[in-house]
């Protein structure tokens, strides 16, 4: 008599209790998170708890993120987005929006290229390949996604990945024009005095924002209603906001683990079936975009560093650590391109994704 099979890790650790699977998924999280911040890839809080959720989803945990929880966290990345705009950037906008708007239009129309491309030979479906290719806020896009229809998953690979590949030549290319080598992220205070007006302007912001964004029907309602009213209340009345780091990673992980969690051993095979291609269309648009800022510095005459570290494709903050970095680098500048990217990308995505799928069809 043969004996029996041992258990598969899909039922042995769907078997386990909720409580045990929580455990294990916030231990391997915070170790995969850990490892991430010490190789200095940027997103360690949402990516780590990532791939931990796709090694527990994929291997049978049932536990889940309430929707509770994934909407909180969605309204407090909102918040994020509201906080980083400051003054400066609209009035560098003001002095050259004709220039930014020509340089968004070229990136969104090279993105929505691929994206077209990318879905027309069925190498992903539908408008998931348009919004993993969108060059704005990765976690923004990823939320907006969802709520459209995509598959949030194969968006958050595609995006995520972007942000590496983003990050990494960044770095990479900096030292070509500066010394960043004795430079160093500020330290990253996990535990601040708590500034209870802030702090609680915050929490108003994100929960006021959700509700606002339900009764208008947005999509995406929680992450685009506090983004919104965190915006109009932070820069037309002045209102400062706190977002504790302790705070903020805890929505990254929640973020991670809800994407994660609902990966399946399909998913995961389809996705890495399709990495060439989608290696090689994160790399033309890297191209791309390093085309429009080599026309920014000779036409224009703007500082090559400031040119290239304006037009990537994402990985905003490990940008704006950069450009910060040297001297010879117009920080505002490159802020305001980016967020007016990202503030047009929010604006249009979803009806561009709904033109790109349109085109597919036919």
Same mark, same amino acid.
């Given at each position: 008599?043969? #004996?029996?099979?041992?258990?598969?890790?899909?039922?042995? %650790? &769907?078997?386990?209790? =909720?409580?045990?699977?929580?455990?294990?998924?916030?231990?391997? *999280?915070?170790?995969?998170?850990?490892? %991430?911040?010490?190789?200095?890839?940027?997103?360690?809080?949402?990516?780590?708890?990532?791939?931990?959720? $796709?090694?527990a989803g994929t291997n049978g945990a049932t536990v889940r993120v309430s929707k509770f929880g994934f909407a909180g966290s969605q309204a407090l990345v909102g918040c994020l987005v509201a906080a980083s705009l400051s003054p400066a950037i609209f009035v560098t906008f003001l002095h050259e929006w004709p220039l930014f708007l020509g340089i968004v239009t070229a990136t969104l129309?090279?993105?929505?290229?691929?994206?077209? !491309? $990318?879905?027309?030979?069925? $190498?992903?479906?539908?408008?998931?390949?348009?919004?993993?290719?969108? #060059?704005?806020? =990765?976690?923004?896009?990823?939320?907006?996604?969802?709520?459209?229809?995509?598959?949030?998953?194969?968006v958050a690979f595609m995006q995520y990945l972007r942000v590496i590949f983003v990050s990494i030549s960044a770095a990479m290319i900096a030292r070509l024009w500066v010394d960043t080598s004795g430079v160093e992220a500020p330290a990253s205070i996990w535990f601040p005095a708590i500034e209870w007006v802030p702090f609680g302007t915050t929490l108003a912001i994100a929960l006021g924002g959700g509700l606002v964004g339900q009764l208008l029907? +947005?999509?995406s309602p929680y992450f685009l209603g506090a983004a919104i009213l965190g915006a109009v209340v932070h820069l037309w009345f002045g209102a400062p906001m706190q977002l504790p780091v302790w705070l903020l990673g805890t929505s990254y992980m929640l973020i991670g683990w809800a994407i994660g969690l609902n990966f399946t051993r399909a998913i995961l095979h389809h996705a890495a079936r399709a990495l060439p291609q989608i290696i090689g269309s994160i790399v033309a648009l890297m191209s791309f975009c &390093?085309?429009?800022?080599?026309?920014?510095?000779?036409?224009?005459?703007?500082? #090559? +560093?400031?040119?290239?570290?304006?037009? *990537? #494709? &994402?990985?905003?903050?490990?940008? =704006? $650590?950069?450009?910060?970095?040297?001297?010879?680098?117009?920080? *505002? !500048?490159?802020?305001?391109?980016q967020s007016a990217r990202l503030v047009i990308v929010l604006a249009i995505g979803p009806s561009l994704a709904r033109l790109v799928a349109r085109w597919i069809k036919t």
């Open positions: 008599m043969q #004996p029996p099979a041992p258990p598969t890790p899909t039922q042995s %650790l &769907g078997n386990l209790h =909720a409580v045990a699977q929580w455990v294990a998924l916030l231990a391997v *999280s915070l170790i995969f998170a850990a490892l %991430l911040e010490y190789a200095g890839l940027p997103a360690a809080m949402l990516l780590g708890p990532m791939l931990a959720a $796709i090694l129309l090279a993105s929505s290229f691929l994206g077209w !491309f $990318i879905s027309r030979f069925r $190498i992903l479906p539908g408008t998931t390949a348009v919004w993993g290719s969108a #060059p704005g806020g =990765a976690t923004a896009m990823v939320l907006m996604a969802g709520a459209f229809g995509a598959d949030a998953r194969l029907r +947005l999509p &390093g085309g429009l800022a080599w026309l920014l510095s000779h036409e224009l005459g703007i500082d #090559p +560093l400031t040119a290239y570290l304006a037009t *990537s #494709p &994402g990985g905003m903050d490990s940008v =704006a $650590i950069i450009a910060a970095a040297s001297d010879n680098v117009d920080l *505002s !500048f490159v802020m305001a391109l």
